[in-house]
């Protein structure tokens, strides 16, 4: 999913901790070894200038980890800081869909989770402009941790009116606060990422990937599944009280509330105390480190994107994933309206993070050839037919309900399902980093790989929220108890409700967007999905991008 860090060096090749994120928080260490350069001390005022990292010149051992805890935990820390804004963001669906919003609104909120996937546009720009006395990352680190600490106190004071206003949730509204939110965050982690690289030491240098994925999805988890948790009056009565009460431990204004205190105090004591520049390398050799300009990284990502054979590529990417839109984007929300709570929906997320981990290890193995892409090729239909027992899975959902909530057996059910369609997500997912390993120009590497990333991800989102806003077109319903009434619009469906008449649903859009989608896919998979496979057998020279020779 994401944009890494670019750093250029003296001899043009790039390092970089390149990060793709599913719902899994799988993290990618990709990059050559970074090139020495002769030791320099320069130092200039401010704007767009050299920076220098610090390297231990006193042991020719390595320290290990336990010399640079500090920097790890600093780290850590950070990356967790990133994941709570993309938890909260990942909780407010199941909120809204509690409140009835139509999926008109759903899909609009849905943009919300595109920055991550574009950070490729704004990369460039936070690499090559800083205040050098300030320091490199802290340039914007620091900014855009205050912003997301203003937006998280601005919103606990304004998001219950704007949950429960009168006329519904105000969604363009939340979603225009939580996209910045998104795009702050997504910033914060160009930065961190960069700033991962310098901070510590080239044998450490590692634990950056670990850092990024234990802490990112950490904080994912505290902003989703633990505060949809704390957040329910049932779980909470159920679990955690002796007594009952109507509100949950916390509401969503507390924790934000919370949220927005931590990093406002986290980051002022990352600003005084945390030293990025040259003056914190006493008794260390500072390398000189340049940064490749703006304009060349614009015209560089230009050049490889027009290459017949990537923008083929590309082009197949952007469109892989409209057979699993439907049940990736709708299934989730589907289950919350069928009366699934939504806390016990996001806690099914906790067993399934051993799988999550073991399964890129175990499908490596078969991704590890020249043809990666065959692992792709065969998990599209069965990820496909998975999709379908969603859709099963939703229409069964009501009738298994009763009075108690559901039982255990259901739960079964739908953690099984979900750990299947986990098995085949993540065997496409670890073919096409693979393969993107595999293509990728070593002397560019770290720029081709970022960008058939951001396509891959891209790839997801704009079929999400196609689907999400497709759902409300296709549904078909009809007024009973009101002669001559419809339920076409939502002024139809008021009128009929003034007339003493109720809107019944006869068809959902949602069994008719899976079916087509499972249709599509099936013909992509026909027709595309074996030219997809042919670019295996390219030979590596039409990968190459002629900038980088």
């Known amino acids: ?11 043009g090749r790039q390092r970089k901790v390149a990060r793709a994120n599913l719902s899994g928080n799988i993290r990618i260490m990709d990059g050559g070894e970074m090139s020495s350069s002769d030791p320099e001390v320069e130092e200039e005022a401010a704007g767009l200038v050299k920076v220098f990292y610090c390297e231990d010149t006193t042991h020719t051992a390595s320290p290990g980890i336990r010399g640079e805890l500090g920097n790890v935990l600093l780290l850590l820390f950070l990356y967790v800081l990133q994941g709570i804004p993309l938890g909260l963001a990942g909780s407010i669906p199941l909120i809204l869909q509690s409140k009835s919003v139509s999926y008109k609104d759903q899909a609009f909120f849905s943009f919300v989770f595109w920055p991550f996937s ?26 855009t941790q205050y912003l997301l600490g203003l937006f998280m106190l601005y919103l606990s004071g304004t998001v219950n009116s704007l949950m429960q206003s009168e006329g519904g949730p105000k969604v363009v509204t939340l979603t225009a606060v939580f996209f910045m939110l998104s795009f ?60 009952p009460k109507d509100t949950g431990l916390v509401t969503l204004s507390e924790f934000l509330f919370f949220w927005g205190i931590v990093f406002l105090v986290s980051t002022t ?25 703006v304009m060349e990284t614009y015209k560089l990502l230009f050049s490889i994107i027009k290459m017949p054979t990537v923008f083929t590529f590309c082009s197949l990417l952007l469109t892989a994933k409209i057979g699993f839109s439907a049940a990736d984007a709708v299934t989730g929300l589907k289950l919350v309206e069928a009366g699934v709570p939504k806390e016990q929906l996001a ?26 892409l065959d692992v792709f090729y065969k998990a599209f239909p069965f990820r496909l037919l998975i999709g379908l027992g969603y859709a099963l899975l939703v229409w069964w959902t009501p009738s298994v309900k009763h009075e108690g909530g559901f039982p255990l057996y259901y739960y079964a059910i739908v953690l099984l399902s979900y750990a299947l369609h986990q098995v085949a997500l993540y065997s496409m997912y ?35 929220t196609l689907a999400l806003w497709m759902v409300d077109p296709l549904t078909w319903k009809e007024c009973q108890g009101a002669a001559g009434q419809s339920c076409g619009s939502p002024e139809e469906a008021g009128l009929c409700a003034k007339e003493g008449g109720v809107c019944l649903t006869t068809l959902d859009g949602y ?4 079916v087509m989608c499972v249709v599509i896919g099936l013909a992509w998979w026909v027709w595309f999905g074996k030219k997809m496979r042919r670019l295996q057998e390219q030979a590596p020279a039409a990968w190459r991008c002629r900038a980088s020779r």
């Not at 460039?124 to 680190?141: E, I, M, N, Q």
């Not at 050799?285 to 940064?291: A, K, L, N, Y």
């Not at 670890?430 to 891209?458: Q, R």
Request: aromatic share 10%; glycine share 6%; proline share 5%.
């Open 184 to 243: 702050l965050a997504a910033t914060q982690d160009i930065a961190v990422d960069g700033w991962a690289l310098t901070m510590l030491s080239r044998a450490n240098v590692g634990y950056a990937s670990t850092c990024n994925s234990v802490g990112q999805t950490a904080g994912y988890f505290l902003g989703n599944v633990l505060f949809l948790a704390l957040e329910s009056a049932d779980f909470c009565n159920k679990y955690l009280r002796v007594e």
């Open 430 to 464: 670890v073919a096409c980093m693979a393969f993107h390993a595999k293509v990728s120009d070593p002397l560019i590497g770290g720029t081709y790989m970022t960008l058939l990333n951001t396509v891959t991800n891209l790839g997801g989102n704009w079929p999400s």
């Open 511 to 514: 069994y008719v967007e899976s």
């Open 269 to 293: 004591l990352v600003a005084i105390m945390k030293r990025e520049n040259a003056e914190q390398c006493r008794g260390k050799q500072r390398v000189h480190e340049e940064t490749q300009g």
């Open 118 to 143: 574009l950070k490729l546009l704004w990369a460039p720009l936070v690499d090559a402009l800083y205040y050098s006395r300030f320091g490199r990352r802290k340039s914007w680190l620091v900014p």
């Open 347 to 372: 806690l099914l997320a906790v067993p399934m993070v051993p799988l999550q981990i073991l399964l890129p290890v175990i499908i490596s193995k078969y991704t590890a050839g020249p043809r990666p």
């Open 1 to 11: 999913m994401e944009h890494p860090e670019l750093l250029t060096h003296k001899n």
